[in-house]
């Protein structure tokens, strides 16, 4: 399983990506969109988790390019702004399930990422 | 909640509340002012026209009296000179009738007297007098024949002018009489007066003319002697005591004031040839009793229609204040409602805004954190280095804990959309409760919740769902003194319905105060900063949401509101 982790904040997601592999999940980050799409044109991911506020482009935004470039992808959105209209973007978007608020409980994560790779497995 | 005065600073707000409690204090000055104002222009119309019309009917009541006066003293002249007219056509007839030669015989002058006596009555004697002034014959119970008058004035009057009428005097019995003389001429051109005397029968024919409102005639001499009795001057040939009028032609009036009398209209006029003046008296104050009934009774309307224009007035601006009383309230009140929403959206950013901006922050520390962790596990170095673990965790578990009031802060700054959306009661009370569970546990206040797992969600708007828990739970804290306990419950109802009810074990509200409680300013707190709105707007949010709000109180043992919220969507909304 390969992930792609996207937030403007770079320590946030350097991170993550670190504690990720920790435990044995290979993943890459981008602080910007255009990272983001610029990695998945030479990478494969099966999973990516996508802040919802960024500057420039919010995380529904990307999430449609990354989708049009690789269809297969599953989709976790993380955001530090829990506002209704937000929540209910993100759970239609994303399903409840897969809309976490920051802080992120690094535990959840790991097992959310494992039930998208199972049900992408079985689809 | 949407209101034009969102993007007003609280501050502007305040303003205008400050602005508005200062015009409460003057309903009662408007109302005074309005009443006043009303009531000068009502009356002042009213009590001028009744002045003028007191002043027209006075006067014309005047006059009128005076018309009356003048027109009976003009029929009354015409009496009296009809009867003297009368007489001194007799003795007229007397002398054209007889010779000169007949009526220098006593025996036929007897005869006369006895005729004129049986057709005219009140002829007491008749004498034929010579020029030279002495009577030759003579009838009636003196013995004047023979009498010499030469040198008497109304001898002298009566040859110049032709007739003369005496004074009244006491003749016969010591009874007033009046003599009428005539002058004549016989056939050889000789000059002579034949002289009757008659009873002064005037008196007589007044007391029959001087019925109504203490009226009085009188005849007067042109020496001031009153040759008929009077109610106010007199008896016969008392003095009049009064100056006589100048002499006129014509029936006149003149107006007298007199102490015993009261005031008197006195119409006089001149009986030509003859010494008396005819006066016709009325007392103006008989003569206007009636008018001073219909004086009394004006005043009685007046003051009457007075009262009632002022009953009427002041009912009416009552009513009038009242009314802007209560719309200044009701606009007050919707002033204060949107300031509060405006409140509670700023407090509501501004936690959403913290909360925001230390989720990021905190995120970092989180995954730093977690990665020191996670490096201590898989190194073997630091693995056995439980106090590191320990701080670790107690780390992570701060973040934790940050990251809950976070989240909660910002489900609390929801409130500042006005989607109705589904929503878990607990959910939304835990969000309100966080708020007080400090203050709570400094309070020694014990917070029991019993909601059911499987109540339905209710439809509600956040924000507004919010604000009615923390109106009634700061409510229900004010009332408790230290230690006490709140108690929230929820159940299901009929009707797609569920019932919250929020219970406290604090002071309670009486029985009286327990009726207005949802009233806008109504507050037992004013000292203490309550602007009495708080359950207003809360009942008012109820309302809106499509529920209604029950309570149920006691005093000294506490009070419960019920509030009933839908679980199914309503088709109007506000």
């Not at chain 1, 209209?85 to 976490?100: D, N, P, Q, R, V």
């Not at chain 2, 003046?277 to 003569?287: D, I």
């Amino acid at each position: 399983m390969k992930v792609l982790l996207v937030d403007d904040e770079k320590e946030l997601v350097s991170t993550l990506a670190q504690r990720l592999g920790f435990r044995g999940i290979e993943a890459d980050w981008a602080a910007t969109p255009q990272e983001a799409i610029a990695l998945l044109d030479q990478n494969h991911y099966d999973i990516a988790v996508l802040d919802v506020q960024m500057p420039g482009m919010d995380g529904f935004e990307l999430k449609e390019k990354l989708e049009s470039a690789a269809p297969h992808m599953a989709f976790i959105f993380i955001t530090g702004h829990g506002s209704e209209e937000c929540y209910h973007i993100g759970c239609s978007k994303a399903g409840e399930a897969y809309y976490l608020v920051k802080p992120v409980d690094i535990d959840s994560l790991v097992e959310k990422l494992n039930s998208l790779k199972d049900k992408g497995e079985t689809k | 909640m949407t209101s034009p005065y969102k993007d007003k600073s609280p501050l502007q707000q305040g303003k205008v509340m400050s602005h508005l409690s200062g015009e409460f204090l003057n309903y009662r000055r408007i109302w005074l002012l309005s009443f006043i104002l009303t009531a000068l222009f009502a009356l002042v119309p009213v009590i001028f026209f009744a002045l003028i019309d007191y002043n027209l009917t006075q006067k014309s009541m005047e006059q009128d009296a005076e018309a009356r006066a003048s027109r009976l003293a003009s029929n009354t002249w015409r009496s009296v000179s009809f009867f003297l007219d009368e007489r001194r056509n007799a003795i007229d007839y007397v002398a054209r009738s007889n010779t000169r030669a007949q009526l220098s015989s006593s025996k036929r002058l007897a005869a006369i007297l006895s005729e004129l006596r049986f057709s005219f009555g009140g002829f007491t004697d008749i004498g034929i007098i010579n020029a030279a002034g002495y009577q030759e014959a003579y009838a009636g119970p003196y013995k004047l024949a023979g009498k010499d008058y030469k040198d008497q004035a109304w001898f002298d009057e009566t040859m110049a002018q032709g007739t003369s009428v005496s004074d009244v005097f006491l003749g016969h019995r010591n009874v007033p009489h009046i003599s009428i003389a005539i002058r004549h001429r016989s056939p050889n051109g000789a000059a002579f007066v034949v002289r009757a005397t008659i009873e002064h029968q005037l008196p007589r024919i007044f007391s029959q003319l001087k019925t109504t409102h203490r009226g009085d005639i009188f005849l007067v001499n042109t020496q001031g002697t009153l040759q008929t009795p009077s109610r106010y001057f007199g008896r016969v040939l008392e003095p009049l005591g009064m100056a006589l009028p100048p002499r006129t032609g014509e029936t006149k009036i003149l107006s007298q004031r007199n102490d015993q009398t009261g005031e008197l209209i006195i119409a006089y006029r001149y009986i030509p040839k003859t010494p008396f003046v005819l006066m016709v008296v009325k007392s103006k104050q008989a003569l206007f009793a009636p008018w001073h009934e219909a004086k009394t009774q004006l005043i009685k309307y007046l003051g009457l229609s007075i009262s009632v224009i002022l009953v009427w007035i002041w009912a009416v601006t009552a009513y009038m204040v009242r009314r802007l009383k209560n719309l200044d309230r009701k606009r007050a009140k919707y002033f204060h409602l949107a300031e509060y929403a405006n409140k509670m959206a700023s407090v509501g950013r501004l936690a959403a805004g913290v909360a925001h901006e230390i989720n990021n922050p905190l995120a970092i520390i989180n995954e730093k954190a977690g990665l020191i962790k996670d490096m201590a596990q898989f190194k073997a170095k630091y693995k056995e280095d439980t106090r590191l673990h320990d701080a670790l965790d107690v780390i992570l578990d701060s973040v934790k804990r940050c990251g809950r009031i976070t989240r909660q802060l910002l489900s609390f700054g929801r409130q500042t959309q006005t989607i109705a959306v589904p929503m878990k009661l607990r959910t939304v009370l835990d969000e309100v409760l966080i708020f007080l569970t400090k203050e709570a546990e400094l309070r020694k206040i014990n917070i029991s919740m019993d909601i059911p797992e499987d109540l339905p969600s209710v439809i509600c708007d956040h924000g507004k769902l919010q604000q009615i828990m923390l109106n009634i739970i700061n409510n229900a804290f004010s009332a408790m003194s230290a230690k006490g306990s709140l108690t929230i419950t929820a159940q299901k109802q009929s009707g797609d319905m569920i019932a919250m009810s929020i219970a406290d074990t604090g002071c309670g509200i009486s029985e009286q105060n327990l009726q207005e409680i949802f009233e806008p300013f109504f507050s037992t707190k004013t000292n203490a900063g309550g602007t009495g709105l708080g359950l207003s707007i809360t009942y008012g949010l109820v309302q809106e949401l499509g529920g209604r709000i029950e309570v149920k109180s006691r005093v000294n043992q506490g009070t419960e509101f019920t509030v009933y919220l839908p679980t199914k969507q309503k088709q109007n909304k506000d």
